[in-house]
C-alpha cells in the first residue's frame, strides 16, 4: 500500500516563491510516475506536473511552464514542486499522485481518473 503525505502550502504573494512537498511511503515507490495536480475552488482537478521514475524526464501543464520545477529524491521517497513567480490563478488545494503508469498514459490527464494513489492535498493560497 502506497501513502502520500503532501506538505508545505500556504499563504504567499504573487510573484513569490513556495516549495511543497510529498512524502510517499510503501514499496517499489521509485518504480512509479509521480506527479502533482491541482484544484482549484469551483474548478475540475488538473494536471500541474509529472516526473519520471528516474527522474529524468519532467513534464508540465502550460500554464506553469517555466514556473515550477518537480523533482524526486527515491532515497527520501519524496517528491517535490518548485513554484516560482506565483499568481493568484495557481490558488488551489494542491495534490500529490502516484502511478506505474508513465506519463502519456490517460492517468495523467484530465483530472486524473483511475490514478493508482492521490494524498489528501495541501493548499496553496495567492493572494494579490
Known amino acids: 500500500q502506497v501513502q502520500l503525505v503532501e506538505s508545505g502550502g500556504g499563504l504567499v504573494q504573487t510573484g513569490d516563491s513556495l516549495r511543497i512537498s510529498c512524502a510517499a511511503s510503501?514499496?517499489?515507490?521509485?518504480?512509479?510516475?509521480m506527479g502533482w495536480f491541482r484544484q482549484a475552488p469551483a474548478k475540475e482537478r488538473e494536471f500541474v506536473a509529472a516526473?519520471?521514475?528516474?527522474?529524468?524526464?519532467?513534464y508540465y501543464a502550460d500554464s506553469v511552464k517555466g514556473r515550477f520545477t518537480i523533482s524526486r529524491d527515491n532515497a527520501k521517497n519524496t517528491v517535490y514542486l518548485q513554484m516560482n513567480s506565483l499568481k493568484p490563478e495557481d490558488t488551489a488545494v494542491y495534490y500529490c499522485?502516484?502511478?506505474?503508469?508513465?506519463?502519456?498514459?490517460?492517468?495523467?490527464?484530465?483530472?486524473?481518473?483511475?490514478?493508482?494513489?492521490w494524498g489528501k492535498g495541501t493548499l496553496v493560497t495567492v493572494s494579490s
Open positions: 499522485a502516484a502511478d506505474r503508469v508513465a506519463y502519456g498514459g490517460s492517468v495523467w490527464s484530465g483530472p486524473g481518473r483511475g490514478m493508482a494513489y
Open positions: 510503501g514499496r517499489f515507490l521509485s518504480s512509479y510516475t
Open positions: 516526473i519520471s521514475w528516474n527522474g529524468v524526464s519532467t
